[in-house]
């Protein structure tokens, strides 16, 4: 499917193991392709409309049923396994929205997939994706390929969350693929449940309304951290301090948060910081609006500010939640937060209470 007129917004994820495995190769093709695949998608819904790619779309709604799961054939299901238990683990805790669908492919070495379940999964996907739309199965077809496949048959993985806005209905489609090769043993929780939380919030801050990219990707490193805490299954501190280590990385250019307002605008001087500013310095700036906040507590992000930033847009939202003038001092007194040494960083992470 030619995405020219098609209006769909990615918001992905960049697994922290990638990083961690020091592989500044991998993960420099990945920003890349991840950044390529996105602007050609984004940039059409700019043509005389707005130059914002989320302006004017309705909001993704509740849904009583959950999200819907298909996988390749051939692809071990412990993949699917896992992206599950991540996205339902979110949605338990934020609650049920779409309509949505997760796509998940993938192929490990040694198990080919079949030339058949490529095209079975392609049918079933151009199927779905064109019911309600004025594309064709036809047109999909090699869009689908292109997609999921060819990518799958490069070994690259990928997590993301693409918007679709051509059907009837808004939905969600949350894409995954070669999962496989962001899983380490040693990790406390397999990093395929952690894609599933992080592209689940993606659907539900969809819900909510336009928000800064620094908030939606922040908002989402977060619960990432968050959510495993609160079950137990892994201290937020070891994961958050080297986020902030990541973020401190690129301080000395200047750019801050205030410039990561919408990556699918940003100049390139600042989109080349897409990572540190939206995902890192993003997700602590989530820890520092909680700690501001009169309850310190991290559910009064889903039970009150994401509900202001519905009703009032994210700027007076944040200055409401916060007691403030403006996101400026939000922006000025964050940057004083990020000065301090990374022992008072973590204190505040330790305040912060469910
Ligand atoms: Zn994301």
Request: contains cysteine; aromatic residues 12%.
């Given at each position: 499917m030619n995405l020219k007129g098609s209006a769909e917004v990615l918001l992905t994820s960049f697994p922290h193991q990638i990083m961690r495995s020091l592989s500044w190769l991998l993960m420099t093709a990945c920003l890349g392709s991840c950044r390529s695949t996105t602007t050609p998608e984004t940039a059409v819904l700019d043509a005389g409309v707005s130059t914002s790619p989320w302006a004017d779309v309705d909001p993704l709604v509740f849904t009583s049923s959950g999200p819907t799961y298909h996988v390749i054939d051939g692809y071990d299901p412990i993949w699917l396994t896992y992206i599950q238990e991540g996205v339902e683990r979110a949605r338990t805790y934020w609650g049920s929205y779409g309509p949505t669908h997760v796509w998940v492919v993938g192929q490990q070495d040694g198990r080919l997939i079949s030339e058949d379940a490529k095209q079975q999964f392609i049918d079933k996907y151009c199927t779905w994706r064109t019911a309600s739309s004025e594309r064709t199965v036809t047109e999909c077809r090699p869009y689908a390929r292109r997609r999921f496949i060819e990518v799958m048959e490069r070994g690259e993985p990928e997590a993301y969350l693409s918007d679709v806005r051509d059907t009837e209905q808004r939905m969600a489609e949350l894409v995954f693929i070669n999962v496989h090769e962001w899983y380490y043993e040693e990790d406390a929780i397999p990093d395929p449940i952690l894609r599933g939380i992080h592209e689940y919030t993606h659907v539900f801050?969809?819900?909510v309304g336009p928000m800064p990219t620094w908030m939606?990707?922040?908002?989402?490193v977060f619960i990432e951290a968050w959510l495993p805490k609160i079950d137990g299954r892994r201290d937020p501190k070891d994961v958050?301090?080297?986020?902030?280590?990541r973020a401190q990385?690129?301080?000395?250019?200047g750019f801050t948060i205030a410039d990561m307002e919408e990556i699918?605008?940003?100049?390139e001087e600042v989109a080349q910081y897409y990572l540190e500013l939206a995902y890192d310095s993003g997700a602590w700036a989530t820890v520092f609006m909680i700690h501001q906040s009169p309850t310190q507590s991290v559910s009064s992000l889903k039970n009150e500010f994401y509900p202001l930033v519905k009703e009032l847009g994210w700027e007076a939202a944040l200055a409401q939640y916060l007691n403030i003038e403006s996101k400026d001092?939000?922006?000025e007194d964050f940057e004083a937060f990020m000065d301090l040494p990374i022992q008072e960083q973590l204190r505040t992470l330790e305040a912060i209470r469910p």
């Amino acid at each position: 499917m030619n995405l020219k007129g098609s209006a769909e917004v990615l918001l992905t994820s960049f697994p922290h193991q990638i990083m961690r495995s020091l592989s500044w190769l991998l993960m420099t093709a990945c920003l890349g392709s991840c950044r390529s695949t996105t602007t050609p998608e984004t940039a059409v819904l700019d043509a005389g409309v707005s130059t914002s790619p989320w302006a004017d779309v309705d909001p993704l709604v509740f849904t009583s049923s959950g999200p819907t799961y298909h996988v390749i054939d051939g692809y071990d299901p412990i993949w699917l396994t896992y992206i599950q238990e991540g996205v339902e683990r979110a949605r338990t805790y934020w609650g049920s929205y779409g309509p949505t669908h997760v796509w998940v492919v993938g192929q490990q070495d040694g198990r080919l997939i079949s030339e058949d379940a490529k095209q079975q999964f392609i049918d079933k996907y151009c199927t779905w994706r064109t019911a309600s739309s004025e594309r064709t199965v036809t047109e999909c077809r090699p869009y689908a390929r292109r997609r999921f496949i060819e990518v799958m048959e490069r070994g690259e993985p990928e997590a993301y969350l693409s918007d679709v806005r051509d059907t009837e209905q808004r939905m969600a489609e949350l894409v995954f693929i070669n999962v496989h090769e962001w899983y380490y043993e040693e990790d406390a929780i397999p990093d395929p449940i952690l894609r599933g939380i992080h592209e689940y919030t993606h659907v539900f801050q969809q819900s909510v309304g336009p928000m800064p990219t620094w908030m939606a990707e922040g908002g989402a490193v977060f619960i990432e951290a968050w959510l495993p805490k609160i079950d137990g299954r892994r201290d937020p501190k070891d994961v958050m301090s080297w986020i902030m280590e990541r973020a401190q990385r690129m301080r000395h250019s200047g750019f801050t948060i205030a410039d990561m307002e919408e990556i699918e605008t940003a100049p390139e001087e600042v989109a080349q910081y897409y990572l540190e500013l939206a995902y890192d310095s993003g997700a602590w700036a989530t820890v520092f609006m909680i700690h501001q906040s009169p309850t310190q507590s991290v559910s009064s992000l889903k039970n009150e500010f994401y509900p202001l930033v519905k009703e009032l847009g994210w700027e007076a939202a944040l200055a409401q939640y916060l007691n403030i003038e403006s996101k400026d001092q939000f922006y000025e007194d964050f940057e004083a937060f990020m000065d301090l040494p990374i022992q008072e960083q973590l204190r505040t992470l330790e305040a912060i209470r469910p």
